[in-house]
């Protein structure tokens, strides 16, 4: 009875996981906290920069410009462990994909966090110009926190007991994923380099927050999570109910399929309508990594209604939300 | 203002302490399964160390 009541929470700890799986599960909730607790400590430090207008007295203008200095060096400090520590799975899988010579989806998220970070270091150093470390941290700490649901919907999927007709549809669905997102991401890419260009031309003080705002979004972290997390409801739901009959079990899979579809085509079409909005300057770096969460979750809680007790199946669940 | 000199290290060092035992509890198995205290009580065998316990000292 516990052991059931457990399966349905994609928090809920697979009992049975290997000691690597654990480890790993640790050390992305470790990175998750990190970033987290650092990106609150950055956004209170940011804080006195989004105060500052010229059209203070000189005296306070002069006092404020020396606490913003020292407030930088602050955030700098917070900031390092995180691109170092909390970041560094993006790092890797960015250079795992370049050297095998295709854009993988932590390519463009690792040019984001180095388009934003390095800048503001060289904006300490020479205390001049704007730092983006709460940006940086922001979209570390929300970026991790989809990959860290993702890994939960893995994880409850790998135990949920193997079955063959769903490992199929999930291959299938799993190559649709990839190669919308092996289509999408360079695309999304070198769009964002064009707006920056563009914005370089107009309003120079504009074209890295666009660039990076641009690439967050081009992020499919959603997408990616959508055909796992569907699969992990369709696990949970048989678990449930293993002696379903023959009938019931194809609406399953048919609603597992169809959701599966709908969350992947759901988020591509939410990315179609933010990258838009990215480019003409109206999103905030850290505000598009906060979309990619939104959606991320979107996902997760429309494939878990798969498995929600007490929902009739077959019927059509709501559509895909956007937060 | 030259307070800050003094208190931005401070912030940092309690971030650092912060930091620090997260990563403890995280590595110590503490967030491993969140359920576990929550479903302990709804199992019979108390009659472990951890009950005895709560009974407090017995009287003679």
């Known amino acids: ?214 690439l967050v979004m081009s992020c499919p972290c959603a997408m990616s999570m959508a055909v796992p997390a569907a699969m992990a409801g369709a696990h949970a739901a048989l678990a449930r109910e293993p002696g379903m009959d023959a009938a019931r079990f194809d609406a399953l899979v048919a609603d597992a399929r169809r959701r599966a579809g709908r969350n992947l085509y759901g988020s591509l079409a939410w990315h179609l309508l933010m990258a838009p909005l990215a480019a003409a300057g109206w999103v905030q770096p850290w505000l598009a990594a906060l979309t990619m969460l939104g959606s991320s979750l979107a996902v997760a809680w429309y494939s878990w209604g798969l498995a929600r007790p007490g929902r009739p199946r077959g019927t059509a669940g709501p559509a895909h939300a956007a937060p | 203002m030259t307070i800050l000199y003094l208190l931005l290290p401070l912030s940092l060092l309690f971030v650092l302490a912060i930091g620090a035992a997260l990563c403890w509890a995280v590595f110590s198995g503490q967030y491993d399964d969140a359920e576990e205290a929550a479903e302990a009580i709804l199992r019979d065998d108390d009659d472990g160390a951890a009950g005895s316990a709560a009974d407090g000292p017995r009287r003679p």
Request: hydrophobic share 60%.
């Open chain 1, 1 to 214: 009875m516990l052991r059931t009541m457990a399966a349905f929470s994609i928090f809920a700890t697979a009992r049975a996981l290997q000691p690597g799986e654990r480890r790993q599960r640790r050390h992305a909730l470790a990175r998750l906290a990190i970033a987290w607790l650092a990106m609150m400590q950055v956004m209170m430090l940011a804080w006195p920069g989004y105060l500052r207008h010229d059209g203070m007295p000189a005296d306070a203008l002069a006092t404020l410009d020396w606490a913003i200095v020292l407030m930088n060096w602050a955030s700098l400090a917070l900031t390092a462990p995180v691109v170092a520590y909390s970041a560094w799975p993006i790092w890797r899988g960015a250079w795992r994909s370049l050297r095998a010579g295709r854009a993988g989806m932590d390519v463009p998220v690792a040019l984001g966090i180095a388009a934003a970070f390095l800048p503001s270091v060289h904006a300490t150093w020479t205390q001049r110009g704007h730092v983006y470390f709460d940006s940086v941290t922001m979209f570390v700490a929300f970026l991790l926190t989809a990959r860290y649901l993702e890994l939960c919907a893995r994880q409850c999927a790998g135990e949920g007991g193997r079955h063959a007709l769903l490992e199929r549809q999930r291959a299938a669905l799993g190559a649709a994923a990839d190669r919308v997102a092996s289509r999408f991401v360079p695309a999304q890419a070198g769009l964002a380099l064009i707006a920056a260009a563009a914005w370089a031309l107009v309003e120079p003080a504009l074209a890295l927050p666009v660039m990076v705002a641009s």
